[in-house]
C-alpha cells in the first residue's frame, strides 16, 4: 500500500521550491515523517546531491527514498518507527543518522518563558550548541535567538556548509530557533545562516553564545565538550568573601597574558601560564591577578576590548578546560583571578552581533544611541529585555562555569551618558530630556544585584571616570552596587604630579592631596592601568623627571606612596620591573632589564611593598573609611613633604608615612606622632637593596616629649631625597 502512494502529497510547487532555495520558513512542516490522507506516511528529506537514499529500522532497510525534485527526497512507509535513521549516499561516502526533522520540540516550557522574559540565568544550556542526547540518541541541539529572520539554518562540516540541508524550527513565543542535529558531538564547526526579514541572505553568523570558538582570524564557533571539570578549589571558594570584601588587602597584577611572557617558538598557552605567571605572582606578594578581556574576539589589537563571544575564552591560549586548569592553579596558590568584560559595546565585524537577523537586534536602531564613534563599535540596547539577559547571563558564566573571582567593568562612565564623547545634536535625551543613559543605569543595578545574589562572594569593579554618586554604594541606598571603583582622578592627579620636576612641584602639592577629599565617597581601586603605558604615554619609569637616578628614585617613592595610600592596589604589568617602554601587545616583557640592579631593585620594592601591605591591616582594614586615615603634614608645599598616619582597628599598630618628593635629604625633620615609643622603620624606599642611597633611620626611632602637629610627642625623622618612609608602632 505504501507503493502507492503520490510522493507529492501534501506538497505544492511553492513548498519545494522554498525548501529548495532555502526560503522555507517552517521546515517541519515539510521534512520529516507526516501522514497522508490515505493512510501510509510519508518521510521526506532535502538531500542534495545525494546518489541515493533509503530508509533504516533497526539497521534493516525499510524504504528506499526517491528524488522528488530539487534536492527533496520522499519515501513512503506504512508505520514510522520512534527512531528511524537515513542512510544517504554522496560522492564522497556515506553518512548514517537520525533524521533531524523527525525530533519533537527541543526546549522546555520553562526555558521559553524565560528566553521571553529575558531572565535565563544560564543562557548558553539554552541556546547555542548544548552536545546532549535526546530520547537516547546522541547529537547537538541547536537554538538562536533571531526573531525577525524568515528563515535560520545551521551550517557546519556536518551538513557541507549548505544553509538549505538543516534549517530550523522557529519557537516563536520566544524568537528562538532550534534543530537537533543527531551523530554529531563536541569539536564541530558551525555557524548560523540567517535570511533577514526583507528576504536577504545575510553574512554567516557566528554563535552569539558559543562556548568555543576557532582560532582567529578563522570565525567558526566550536561545540564544546559537556563535561564538567573537576575543580579542587572548595577551599578558596569557601573564603573567597573574606579574601576580596573590603577590609581585606587586595594588590592586583593586571596583565595581558599573551605579552606577558614568551613560551619561546611555541604559543602562549594557560597551562604555560599556570607553570610560569602563576609562581611568579606569588613570589612577587600579588593577591589577585586582573587579565585583559579574554572573551573571544576579532582583532588581537583590541587587546580583547572588542568580543564577540561573550561565553568563550579566545582560542588563542588554549580551550576551556585549559582556563579551568590555571584559575584552578591560582585558587591553590591562594590567588584571585579577575576578568575585564566589555558589556558596553560590540564590534561590527559581518560575523558578529551587527544586525543579527537583519535588524538592529542588540544594538540600537538609531546610531546616536548605538554607535561609539570613538571606537567604531555598537552598543548594547540596555532597554531590551533579552540583550540585558544575554549580558547578565555572559558575566554568570565567567562566575561560575570559570570560578572567576571577580569582573572588571569597563567603560561604564560611556554607558552612563547618552551624550559620552558627543557633540550636541549627536545623541538623543532620556525620557525626561537628561543626559542620564536611564536603561544603561537600571542594566548595571540589575546585573550587580544577581551577581550578588547567585554568586555571593564574587565582586564587580567599575571602570567609572567621572563623579556619578554612589558607584559602590549599596542598591538598597540608591547605589550601582558594584564592590570598587577605579579611582580615575587619584591615577590623573598623582602621575600628573610626579612627572613635573620637583623644583614645580611646590607649585602643584594639592594635585597629591585632592583624592583624599573624596577618598572614602566610594570604595577605590587605585589604578595604574594598561591604559597608561600606551599610545605615546610613555611608561610610568619614562613620566619621572630628572636623570636616570631620580627616574628610580622618583618611581620607587611614588609606589611606596601608592601602596600606603587608602584604596585597593592595582599596577599592569612591566610596571614592578620599571619597564622604560611602553607596552607592545605583539611582544613579552623586557625581563632582561632584571639583570640591571635598578631594574632588580624597583621590583623588590614592589614584592616588599605587598608584603608590608598584607601584613600590617593598619595599611588596609579600614581602607574605606575615613578613620583608617589623618593628615599630619599636607600642606608643606616648600619641601613637598607629606606625612599620614593609617589606623587599623583598636589592636593593630599604626603606620606612619612620610614622603619627600625633593632631591634633597631632610635630616631631623620634625613630624608628631599619636603615640611615644619606639617606631620601627619597616620600609624606606631610599634603601640600598632597591637601588637607593640608603639615607635612613638606623631601623628605628624613638619618639621624644615634644609636641608637634597636635601631638604631645614626635619624631625626628631623616627623609631620604626623593624617598617615601615607612614607620610602625613597636611600644
Known amino acids: 500500500m505504501a507503493g502507492q502512494v503520490d510522493l ?11 525548501i529548495a532555495e532555502g526560503r522555507h520558513g517552517d521546515p517541519f512542516s515539510v521534512l520529516g515523517p507526516h501522514p497522508t490522507v490515505r493512510g501510509p506516511k510519508v518521510i521526506r528529506a532535502f538531500l542534495p546531491g545525494a546518489l541515493s537514499a533509503d530508509v533504516l529500522a533497526d539497521g534493516k532497510v525499510l524504504a528506499s527514498l526517491e528524488h522528488v525534485e530539487d534536492g527533496l527526497w520522499v519515501a513512503a512507509v506504512n508505520a514510522v518507527p520512534p527512531r528511524y535513521r537515513l542512510r544517504v549516499t554522496w560522492s564522497n561516502g556515506v553518512h548514517e543518522a537520525e533524521d533531524p526533522y523527525s525530533f519533537p520540540l527541543l526546549l522546555g516550557e520553562m526555558d521559553v518563558f524565560l528566553l521571553a522574559e529575558g531572565t ?79 528576504g536577504t541572505l545575510l553574512p554567516q553568523k557566528s554563535d552569539p553564545v558559543a562556548r568555543r570558538f576557532e582560532m582567529p582570524p578563522a570565525t567558526a564557533s566550536i561545540v564544546a565538550d559537556p563535561a564538567p571539570f573537576a575543580w579542587t578549589d572548595a577551599a578558596w571558594m569557601e573564603h573567597r568573601a573574606a579574601r576580596q570584601g573590603p577590609t581585606a588587602p587586595m594588590s592586583i597584577y593586571e ?35 586582573e587579565l585583559l578581556p579574554i572573551m573571544e574576539h576579532p582583532f588581537g589589537g583590541s587587546w580583547g576590548y572588542q568580543p564577540l563571544g561573550l561565553f568563550a575564552p579566545t582560542a588563542r591560549y588554549g580551550g576551556p578546560d585549559a582556563l579551568c586548569r590555571f584559575v584552578d592553579r591560582c585558587h591553590a596558590e591562594g590567588i584571585g583571578v579577575l576578568l575585564d568584560w566589555v558589556p558596553a559595546h560590540f564590534p561590527t565585524d559581518a560575523h558578529g552581533l551587527a544586525r543579527f537577523d537583519g535588524t538592529a537586534l542588540y544594538e540600537h536602531q538609531d546610531p546616536r544611541e548605538g554607535f561609539h564613534q570613538d571606537w ?8 531590551r529585555t533579552e540583550v540585558v539577559g544575554f549580558l547578565v547571563a555572559s558575566a554568570l558564566e ?47 543595578k540589575h546585573m550587580n544585584g544577581v551577581l550578588a545574589h547567585e554568586v555571593p562572594g564574587a565582586v564587580t569593579i567599575a571602570e567609572e571616570s567621572t563623579a556619578w554618586p554612589g558607584v559602590s554604594a549599596p542598591l538598597e541606598n540608591g547605589g550601582l552596587g558594584f564592590s570598587y571603583k577605579w579611582n580615575m582622578g587619584w591615577m590623573h592627579d598623582t602621575l600628573s604630579f610626579i612627572g613635573r620636576e620637583p623644583v614645580h612641584r611646590r607649585f602643584h602639592h594639592d594635585e597629591m592631596t585632592f583624592g583624599l577629599v573624596y577618598a572614602f565617597s566610594e570604595r577605590f581601586v587605585l589604578p595604574l592601568s594598561h591604559d597608561e603605558v600606551v599610545h605615546g604615554k610613555r611608561s610610568i619609569l619614562g613620566r619621572m623627571p630628572g636623570d636616570g637616578w631620580q627616574q628610580f628614585a622618583n618611581l620607587r617613592a611614588y609606589y611606596a606612596f601608592m601602596w600606603t595610600h587608602p584604596g585597593k592596589k592595582l ?32 621590583q623588590r620594592l614592589i614584592r616588599d611593598l605587598n608584603t608590608l601591605y598584607r601584613a600590617e591591616p593598619a595599611l588596609h582594614a579600614r581602607d574605606h573609611e575615613p578613620e583608617g586615615f589623618r593628615w599630619v603634614i599636607g600642606d608643606d608645599r616648600q619641601n613637598s613633604v607629606y606625612a599620614f598616619v593609617r589606623h587599623g582597628f583598636d589592636s593593630d599598630a599604626p603606620v606612619l608615612v612620610i614622603c619627600n618628593f625633593t632631591p634633597v635629604p631632610r635630616p631631623g625633620y620634625r613630624i608628631g606622632v599619636p603615640r611615644s615609643g619606639r617606631w620601627l622603620e619597616v620600609l624606606n624606599s631610599d634603601a640600598e637593596i632597591y637601588g637607593g642611597s640608603n639615607v635612613g633611620n638606623a631601623g628605628a626611632i624613638e619618639a621624644d616629649a615634644m609636641e608637634s602637629h597636635g601631638e604631645a610627642q614626635s ?9 617615601t618612609v615607612v614607620l610602625k608602632w613597636e611600644g
Open 8 to 18: 507529492r502529497a501534501g506538497l505544492d510547487q511553492g513548498a519545494i521550491r522554498a
Open 120 to 198: 535565563h540565568r544560564r543562557l548558553a544550556d539554552a541556546l547555542g550548541a548544548v552536545a546532549t542526547e535526546v530520547d537516547g540518541v546522541p547529537g547537538v541541539r541547536f537554538a538562536v535567538w533571531a526573531p525577525n529572520a524568515r528563515r535560520v539554518s545551521v551550517i557546519g562540516d556536518f551538513n557541507s556548509w549548505d544553509g538549505r540541508r538543516n534549517p530550523m524550527r522557529l519557537r516563536a513565543e520566544c524568537g528562538v530557533w532550534e534543530i537537533f542535529i543527531p551523530r554529531i558531538g563536541p569539536g564541530e564547526r558551525y555557524k548560523f545562516e540567517l535570511v533577514g526579514p526583507d
Open 255 to 289: 596583565l595581558h597574558p599573551g605579552s606577558w611572557r614568551r613560551a619561546g617558538d611555541q604559543p602562549v598557552t594557560w597551562d604555560f601560564l599556570a607553570d610560569t605567571l602563576v609562581p611568579y605572582v606569588r613570589h612577587m606578594g600579588f593577591t589577585h591577578i
Open 376 to 383: 567604531n563599535t555598537l552598543i548594547y540596547n540596555f532597554g
Open 398 to 444: 565567567w562566575l561560575n562555569r570559570f570560578h572567576i573571582d571577580g569582573l572588571r567593568v569597563d567603560a561604564v562612565a560611556s554607558m552612563l551618558y547618552r551624550d559620552y564623547s558627543r557633540k550636541a545634536g549627536e545623541w538623543v535625551p532620556n525620557r525626561y530630556g537628561g543626559r542620564e543613559n536611564l536603561e544603561a543605569v537600571a542594566f548595571l
Open 571 to 602: 599596577i599592569f604589568m612591566g610596571c614592578e620591573i620599571a619597564q622604560g617602554r611602553e607596552w607592545n601587545h605583539d611582544g613579552e616583557l623586557d625581563w632582561w632589564l632584571l639583570d640591571r640592579p635598578q631594574h632588580a631593585g624597583a
Open 715 to 723: 619624631l625626628a625623622v631623616t627623609l631620604p631625597p626623593l624617598g
